[in-house]
C-alpha cells in the first residue's frame, strides 16, 4: 500500500518564521504535490515535482517555495509565514502525472 | 479555461437511502476524471476514476460513477449509504496537452441522518 507521510499533523508558528513542511513517499513515484485545503475553496496546487531537483508552479506558487534534493522527499518551505497561510497543506504523490494521485494525511499549519 | 463544479454544498440523507453527488466539467477534450473522498481529519482517498471505456465506472466502497460526455457530467452514486459514508466528496478533473493540468472542485459535504 502506498504511504504518503507529512512529519507533522499540527503545527504552530509565528509571523515572519521560515516554516518547513515535510512530505515523504515509500513507492518511488516521480512526481509529488503540495496543495492547500481551505473551506469553500477545495484543494489548490501550491507547486508540483515530476523528478528530483525538478519544480513546477501551480495556481498559487507565491509566498512558498519547493525542495526536492532525493525522490522520496518533497518540502514546502513558507520563506516568511503570514497569517494568511494559515491552512490545511496537503502532499501527495504519484506514478503518472496528476493521475492517481495519492494523499498524505495533511498538516494543519496555524500562522500567529 | 478548465473547471469543476460541484453544485451542492451540502447534501443530507438518511442511511439507507440512495445518494447521487453531482459533477459538471468544462474542458475541450475528453478530460480524466476523478472522485476524492476526504473523512475528517484525514488525506484524500481516491474512490474511483474515468480515463476512457466504459462510461459507467465502479469503484470502493460501493461507489460508481457515470461520465455522460453530452451533458459534462461525471455524478456520484450509491444505491444505499451507510453512516460511514459521512465526509467530505471532491470530484477533480486532469487533463495532459500543453503540460500537465489539474483541478478540484470545492467539494460536497455529506451528512448522514440515522
Known amino acids: 500500500d502506498v504511504k504518503v507521510t507529512q512529519s507533522s499533523r499540527y503545527l504552530v508558528k509565528r509571523t515572519g518564521e521560515k516554516v518547513f513542511l515535510e512530505c515523504v513517499q515509500d513507492?518511488?513515484?516521480?512526481?509529488m504535490f503540495w496543495y492547500r485545503q481551505d473551506p469553500g475553496l477545495g484543494l489548490r496546487l501550491i507547486y508540483f515535482?515530476?523528478?528530483?531537483?525538478?519544480?513546477e508552479k501551480g495556481d498559487i506558487p507565491e509566498g512558498y517555495s519547493v525542495s526536492r534534493e532525493k525522490k522520496e522527499r518533497f518540502s514546502l518551505i513558507l520563506e516568511s509565514a503570514s497569517t494568511n497561510q494559515t491552512s490545511m497543506y496537503l502532499c501527495?504523490?504519484?506514478?503518472?502525472?496528476?493521475?492517481?494521485?495519492?494523499f498524505g494525511d495533511g498538516t494543519r499549519l496555524s500562522i500567529l | 479555461a478548465q473547471s469543476v463544479t460541484q453544485p451542492d454544498i451540502h447534501i443530507t440523507v438518511s442511511e439507507g437511502a440512495s445518494l447521487e453527488l453531482r459533477c459538471n466539467y468544462s474542458?475541450?477534450?475528453?478530460?480524466?476524471l476523478f472522485w476524492y473522498v476526504q473523512s475528517p481529519g484525514q488525506g484524500l482517498q481516491l474512490l474511483l476514476k474515468?480515463?476512457?471505456?466504459?462510461?459507467l465506472v465502479q469503484g470502493i466502497k460501493g461507489f460508481e460513477a457515470e461520465f455522460k460526455r453530452s451533458q459534462s457530467s461525471f455524478n456520484l452514486r450509491k444505491p444505499s449509504v451507510h453512516w460511514s459514508d459521512a465526509a467530505e466528496y471532491f470530484c477533480?478533473?486532469?487533463?495532459?496537452?500543453?503540460?500537465?493540468?489539474?483541478?478540484f472542485g470545492k467539494g460536497t459535504r455529506l451528512l448522514v441522518k440515522p
Open positions: 513507492m518511488d513515484h516521480e512526481n
Open positions: 501527495a504523490s504519484s506514478r503518472l502525472g496528476f493521475l492517481s494521485q495519492h
Open positions: 474542458y475541450g477534450a475528453t478530460p480524466y
Open positions: 515535482s515530476y523528478d528530483v531537483k525538478m519544480k
Open positions: 477533480a478533473v486532469g487533463a495532459t496537452g500543453q503540460g500537465f493540468s489539474f483541478i
Open positions: 474515468y480515463f476512457s471505456g466504459d462510461t
